[in-house]
């Protein structure tokens, strides 16, 4: 039984307009089997399950479900299939309780929330859920939610469960909990897919393990027969020359300095533990770690927009010489220091511009206050905005159109551009190459080096590791809020980040298979 | 094998496919909502004509309408005769000026539902200044005292829901709206104080608006269209407005740049508040010199479709209340004429504005009907 | 004196109960449909039309009614008329997805307009000198009352001797907070409104869910201008006399914290704020006038603490006011 395959998907591939997303991927899962699926951000896990999952339609390639060829059109037909998928992101109904939200949209004969009260407890038991069925979803921590989805996949009779990165959210104590209860349904038959970025997790739970990368499939591999080392450079791959020009640090002087700061958000969980780091003036100091990690908290942190529970925050100011805590001022008072703080944020559209607003409006954004009079002045701005359409290349049709209307590239090119203007001693940025094709990608690193010759202390928070590596004088490593390492760029290996990436205080269960 | 896919991809897809629209051409959206209308007018027409042919024969034909409808906003303009021209266009004045006092909040995205209650406590604040000081101080501080007394009154009653909103996110629509309720109960209170047993304030002499070259209406006409421009500029070219418009598309960017969401939500409300005020204090100072609890007859919720209609744009805004209260007075007038209930203005106005509201959707999303070929997979 | 001030409490009570649970089932399906004091209005005047033709038909005879279609004519009518209301809103907000504050507006202009016209076309056709039409006959056939009401002292009053639509609108209301709470039906029409991306999700059509939601809610908040016509006002109808009770009614969901059943005491107790300024003595006409306004007060009221206190049962739908997209999530 062990070696009948539930799930195979044959030379599976998915375009969303230009880009490939996922190009031939073979993968088969075993009847009582847990594969994961290994990657880096954007290596097309997800969009690859939720194939499987029918959200997706593939374009080439076949599913096979117990050795016959199906079609998976509709989260329907999956259902049919016996196929449930946990999302990352929950869809629950937060005022329902737990039983309310499982039963939801199954018509199984007469509704009674009793009888299924009871299924969900005899689930529970079976593979040892700790689940109270009348508690409701907004009194639940993140790991309860978790486990009502996955309940609820089972409830519908699912016997192949995709998990989406299922301990991104979760404690190290939670993790070894889900694990558990994940090896006692594969013991029961269940194949399972779980996807993550996580080593030690691959290794400590999965019988194998099928490596993508940039969308493409590297291949499988027994966890028994593989170690670390190996897994990471599939994962990574071979080091490519990028060809990023990079200039000497030109000073010794510390510009931004972060001493223990620590943040806890609503939920209680500690987003930011204890980070200190130094950035001096005229260099790239670069960040790297899994998304969600507390790259977002951190940089919010220092913009004057996270609220903190301990620590500093200290600028030093090149002009008047005053060293300035930064910590609990508002963007607002941060400005009014005398403070040249610039920062691009991940979400560009939703934080760092607004959408329906052209680009006059939006080269504003940050200097519409200055000047005496109530009205706003508009010259200095569109003369900034059109300097930023030539200089920057913006393909627009012109200096008032709506900045939603714009690709995604030339949205940013926009976005920095403005953050540049302000000439920033301090400037933080946040994926800014997201989204953006080659050239672009290669105007914004010219333009963040440009602000490093002038002496600008640049945060640079990325994902692509060669990037990383080649533009960026130091890189520090964070992982679950804290950082477990600091890298001299110039020196360091995309294996030593990767090992720093996934390494955190959790190795409790590592081999245990 | 293909056919399978197939047959899925054409159970999955709809008949008719709606997809939201990138902007659409401003002309292209403007002869949507001008096709709207026109659907509208039709619409009206022939209900007119049916009702007509039952109650007044000789007036059921779309020119007697038209005639009538056009004397009874227009009056003899041709023969030198502008009174009705004046009266018509007190009312879009006042209308207006209701509409142009929602637009800040309402691109702000907070629903002021309460234009009615905010201008009547306006009125009423000028009411109790002319009642209370009328006659112990001259006019020419009475006035003044008006002005701000009505604002301040306005303000107030925009000021209390703000603060609740901004601080704990109350619902704003339903507390603006129980604010009107509240506001007429305090006039129907007042009025029967100050007017006995008769139900009325007797119309006030002291403390009216100076009469401008002789017209009743033409002093209330000049402050509005004032206001028109200074909303406009408000809105455009001022950076209390851009703030309006940075919290109204996104309170996340709001903050980023350092804005205080909670300030300009409360000044807002307040300058909302304060123009309804001033619009309820135009009526009452400036042409009707008392008060009733239906003095400003429900216009405080034609106003805020007027200024969701009119893209708040106030020149536009200008258009559809020239043409809501056209229709509304004409429709007035053919309803008398032909004997039939004046309410049929009433219906008119909301068959207009339903119209208008549902075009939106063409202008906003794409309709497709899905072809009846086999799609070949790509 | 106690049980005649309960007793038209109860019958203030009624047209708000029908409109607060017509928009609580409403807004359970995510819409805030502002439209309820039109369709109320238009509720009435069509079971006023029903009633005035089969008066027409009977020769304004009472000999020759037939009770049960005197009661039926005018109940079928009002809930057809506030259905079909339902619908055009339903249609506007649902498919065409139209801002539900200002179609709802649109909606009261248009069904308070429709009303007055309509009764006020009615009053010319019968060409009388008063300004009410009096359908004194069928409101009797509406009015009767239980048996034993008079023979049980307070006890008959208070509980038997009102008429029929009362009871319905507690059927109705009780019927309404059962099926919320206790059936799937309830349980889907929650969750749409609560986040109907994940009803979506579950399989449940959500545009179906919403326009059988608004489309019932608009026929249950009609019954309460019939109910107004034929049992408040004795069968006469005249224009604008049905006034803000729409807008009390919405202001009564927040009231109730969308619960049908809560609905049943908070329109009592509004119907008693309306009415306790009669029975105070000692109270001029004029502080009778700022005492109606006790129930908007108390509405305002609950809806800050409700909104301070933020426990989670007692917001409002989730997606209320906003219409659903899929592709646009």
């Given at each position: 039984m062990a070696s009948q395959p539930a799930i195979e998907l044959k030379n599976i591939t998915k375009r969303f307009g230009k880009v490939v997303a996922n190009k031939n991927v073979n993968l088969t899962v075993n009847r009582g089997e847990i594969l994961s699926i290994l990657g880096e951000n954007g290596s097309g896990k997800t969009t690859l399950m939720n194939m499987i999952s029918g959200i997706y339609f593939p374009d080439e390639g076949s599913i096979y479900v117990n050795g016959e060829e199906v079609v998976i059109a509709s989260p329907k037909d999956a259902f049919t299939y016996n196929i449930g998928m946990i999302h990352q992101h929950f869809k629950l109904v937060d005022v329902f309780s737990a039983a309310e939200n499982i039963v939801l949209g199954i018509k199984d004969g007469k509704y009674n929330l009793k009888k299924s009260t009871e299924r969900i407890k005899q689930i529970s038991e079976q593979y040892g859920f700790e689940i109270d069925p009348e508690?409701?979803?907004?009194?639940?921590?993140?790991?309860?939610?978790?486990?009502?989805?996955?309940?609820?996949?089972?409830?519908?009779?699912?016997?192949?469960?995709?998990?989406?990165?299922?301990?991104?959210?979760?404690?190290p104590q939670e993790t070894s909990k889900l694990f558990n209860i994940l090896r006692r349904m594969r013991d029961d038959g269940k194949s399972i897919i779980i996807i993550t970025h996580k080593l030690h997790e691959v290794l400590s739970l999965s019988d194998k393990v099928a490596v993508l990368r940039k969308g493409e499939y590297v291949g499988t591999v027994n966890t028994a027969e593989t170690n670390e080392a190996e897994l990471t450079e599939m994962m990574v791959g071979k080091k490519v020359d990028l060809n990023i020009f990079r200039s000497e640090p030109c000073s010794d002087e510390v510009r931004l300095s972060v001493k223990g700061i620590t943040c806890v958000d609503r939920q209680g969980t500690v987003v930011l533990d204890d980070i200190s780091f130094d950035v001096k003036a005229g260099e790239i100091l670069g960040i790297a770690g899994i998304a969600g990690s507390g790259q977002r908290e951190l940089l919010e942190a220092v913009a004057g927009l996270q609220k903190l529970n301990s620590g500093e925050i200290t600028y030093n100011n090149p002009n008047t010489g005053n060293a300035d805590n930064l910590r609990d001022k508002t963007p607002m008072q941060i400005r009014n220091l005398g403070v040249r703080l610039s920062f691009v944020p991940e979400d560009r559209l939703g934080m760092g511009l607004v959408g329906n607003m052209d680009i006059v409006d939006n080269m504003m954004l940050r200097s519409y206050s200055k000047g005496k009079t109530v009205f706003l002045e508009r010259t200095g701005p569109r003369y900034l905005a059109l300097k930023i359409i030539n200089d920057l290349e913006v393909v627009t049709p012109g200096a008032s159109t709506p900045v939603r209307r714009l690709s995604g590239g030339n949205v940013q090119k926009v976005l920095v551009g403005r953050e540049i203007a302000s000439s920033p001693t301090v400037l933080m940025v946040a994926y800014p190459v997201r989204g953006l094709d080659i050239n672009s990608s290669y105007l914004i690193y010219n333009l963040l080096n440009e602000q490093k010759e002038k002496g600008v202390a640049v945060i640079f928070v990325g994902e692509d590791l060669d990037v990383l590596i080649e533009l960026c004088d130091r890189i520090m490593v964070i992982g679950s809020g804290k950082i477990t390492g600091t890298v001299d760029a110039r020196t360091t290996t995309k294996e030593e980040i990767g090992l720093l990436m996934t390494k955190s205080d959790y190795k409790g269960e590592m081999n245990n298979g | 094998?293909?056919?399978?896919?197939?047959?899925?991809?054409?159970?999955?897809?709809?008949?008719?496919?709606?997809?939201?629209?990138?902007?659409?051409?401003?002309?292209?959206?403007?002869?949507?909502?001008?096709?709207?209308?026109?659907?509208?007018?039709?619409?009206?027409?022939?209900?007119?004509?049916?009702?007509?042919?039952?109650?007044?024969?000789?007036?059921?034909?779309?020119?007697?309408?038209?005639?009538?409808?056009?004397?009874?906003?227009?009056?003899?303009?041709?023969?030198?005769?502008?009174?009705?021209?004046?009266?018509?266009?007190?009312?879009?004045?006042?209308?207006?000026?209701?509409?142009?006092?929602?637009?800040?909040?309402?691109?702000?995205?907070?629903?002021?539902?309460?234009?009615?209650?905010?201008?009547?406590?306006?009125?009423?604040?000028?009411?109790?200044?002319?009642?209370?000081?009328?006659?112990?101080?001259?006019?020419?501080?009475?006035?003044?005292?008006?002005?701000?007394?009505?604002?301040?009154?306005g303000a107030i009653w925009g000021f209390i829901p703000a603060i609740f909103k901004a601080f704990f996110n109350t619902n704003e629509t339903l507390f603006t709206l129980m604010m009107n309720y509240i506001a007429?109960?305090?006039?129907?209170?007042?009025?029967?104080?100050?007017?006995?047993?008769?139900?009325?304030?007797?119309?006030?002499?002291?403390?009216?608006?100076?009469?401008?070259?002789?017209?009743?209406?033409?002093?209330?006409?000049?402050?509005?269209?004032?206001?028109?421009?200074?909303?406009?500029?408000?809105?455009?070219?001022?950076?209390?407005?851009?703030?309006?418009?940075?919290?109204?598309?996104?309170?996340?960017?709001?903050?980023?740049?350092?804005?205080?969401?909670?300030?300009?939500?409360?000044?807002?409300?307040?300058?909302?508040?304060?123009?309804?005020?001033?619009?309820?204090?135009?009526?009452?100072?400036?042409?009707?010199?008392?008060?009733?609890?239906?003095?400003?007859?429900?216009?405080?919720?034609?106003?805020?479709?007027?200024?969701?209609?009119?893209q708040f744009n106030p020149f536009i805004m200008v258009i559809m209340t020239g043409l809501v209260k056209f229709l509304e007075m004409g429709m007035g007038k053919v309803a008398d004429n032909c004997h039939l209930n004046s309410s049929f203005a009433d219906i008119v106005v909301g068959i207009v504005l339903l119209c208008v509201v549902g075009c939106e959707f063409f202008v906003r999303y794409s309709v497709k009907f899905r072809r009846n070929k086999k799609e070949v997979k790509a | 004196m106690i049980v005649q001030f309960i007793c038209?409490?109860?019958?203030?009570?009624?047209?708000?109960?029908?409109?607060?649970?017509?928009?609580?089932?409403?807004?359970?399906?995510?819409h805030l449909n502002l439209g309820i004091p039109g369709i109320m209005y238009v509720g009435a005047i069509s079971g006023v039309t029903g009633a005035f033709l089969y008066e027409q038909a009977c020769g304004n005879d009472i000999a020759k009614m037939n009770m049960i279609l005197a009661i039926l004519i005018p109940f079928l009518f009002a809930v057809t008329g506030s259905v079909l209301v339902g619908l055009l809103y339903s249609f506007l907000t649902v498919t065409l997805r139209a801002n539900q504050n200002v179609t709802g507006l649109a909606i009261t202009t248009l069904g308070v307009g429709l009303g007055n016209f309509l009764g006020g076309s009615l009053i010319k056709l019968i060409d009388t000198d008063m300004s009410s039409i009096s359908l004194g006959k069928t409101s009797k056939f509406f009015k009767m009352q239980l048996p034993f009401a008079d023979d049980l002292g307070w006890f008959g009053d208070i509980f038997l001797s009102h008429d029929f639509l009362t009871y319905l609108a507690i059927i109705i209301a009780v019927a309404a907070s059962i099926i919320l709470s206790r059936t799937r039906v309830g349980l889907n029409l929650r969750s749409v409104g609560e986040n109907p991306a994940t009803a979506d999700a579950a399989g449940i059509n959500v545009i179906k869910y919403r326009y059988l939601a608004t489309c019932i809610g608009a026929g249950v908040a009609g019954l309460g201008g019939l109910q107004y016509i034929m049992?408040?006002?004795?069968?006469?109808?005249?224009?604008?006399?049905?006034?803000?009770?729409?807008?009390?009614?919405?202001?009564?969901?927040?009231?109730?914290?969308?619960?049908?059943?809560?609905?049943?005491?908070?329109?009592?107790?509004?119907?008693?704020?309306?009415?306790?300024?009669?029975?105070?003595?000692?109270?001029?006409?004029?502080?009778?006038?700022?005492?109606?306004?006790?129930?908007?007060?108390?509405?305002?009221?609950?809806?800050i603490i409700t909104s301070m206190r933020k426990k989670r049962e007692h917001q409002p739908p989730e997606n209320l006011g906003l219409n659903y997209f899929r592709e646009e999530r």
């Open positions: 508690k409701k979803i907004y009194t639940m921590s993140v790991s309860e939610k978790q486990t009502v989805e996955i309940i609820k996949v089972l409830y519908r009779g699912a016997d192949i469960l995709i998990l989406d990165e299922p301990t991104a959210v979760l404690t | 094998m293909a056919d399978v896919k197939n047959n899925i991809k054409s159970k999955r897809e709809p008949l008719i496919h709606i997809a939201k629209r990138d902007d659409m051409v401003w002309w292209k959206a403007w002869i949507i909502r001008g096709i709207a209308i026109l659907t509208s007018i039709i619409i009206m027409m022939a209900i007119a004509l049916v009702l007509a042919n039952v109650s007044r024969p000789e007036y059921a034909s779309v020119s007697v309408i038209v005639e009538t409808m056009y004397r009874g906003v227009l009056g003899r303009i041709e023969e030198g005769s502008f009174v009705m021209l004046w009266k018509y266009l007190q009312e879009v004045a006042i209308l207006l000026c209701l509409a142009l006092a929602l637009t800040p909040a309402f691109k702000m995205k907070f629903w002021n539902c309460g234009a009615e209650g905010q201008a009547l406590i306006g009125g009423f604040g000028a009411v109790v200044c002319m009642i209370e000081l009328g006659g112990k101080v001259p006019d020419a501080l009475l006035i003044p005292i008006i002005i701000v007394v009505s604002i301040l009154c007429t109960k305090i006039i129907a209170y007042y009025v029967y104080i100050e007017g006995g047993g008769s139900h009325v304030i007797a119309p006030q002499k002291h403390g009216n608006l100076p009469n401008l070259l002789n017209n009743d209406y033409l002093l209330n006409i000049v402050i509005v269209a004032l206001l028109t421009v200074v909303m406009f500029v408000y809105l455009k070219y001022s950076k209390h407005g851009y703030e309006i418009n940075v919290v109204g598309e996104s309170q996340n960017t709001a903050r980023y740049i350092g804005i205080n969401v909670k300030k300009v939500i409360i000044r807002t409300m307040c300058i909302s508040g304060a123009l309804c005020g001033v619009g309820g204090m135009l009526l009452v100072a400036g042409t009707d010199h008392t008060i009733r609890t239906d003095s400003i007859g429900g216009q405080g919720f034609t106003a805020i479709m007027i200024s969701w209609l009119g | 038209r409490a109860i019958l203030l009570s009624i047209p708000l109960l029908y409109g607060s649970t017509g928009e609580i089932i409403t807004e359970k399906s995510g049992a408040y006002a004795d069968g006469s109808w005249s224009n604008d006399a049905f006034g803000d009770r729409g807008w009390m009614a919405i202001a009564l969901v927040i009231f109730a914290l969308w619960k049908p059943s809560m609905a049943i005491i908070g329109s009592f107790l509004f119907g008693a704020l309306c009415n306790a300024n009669n029975y105070i003595t000692g109270l001029g006409t004029e502080t009778q006038e700022l005492f109606k306004m006790l129930p908007y007060v108390v509405t305002i009221i609950v809806l």
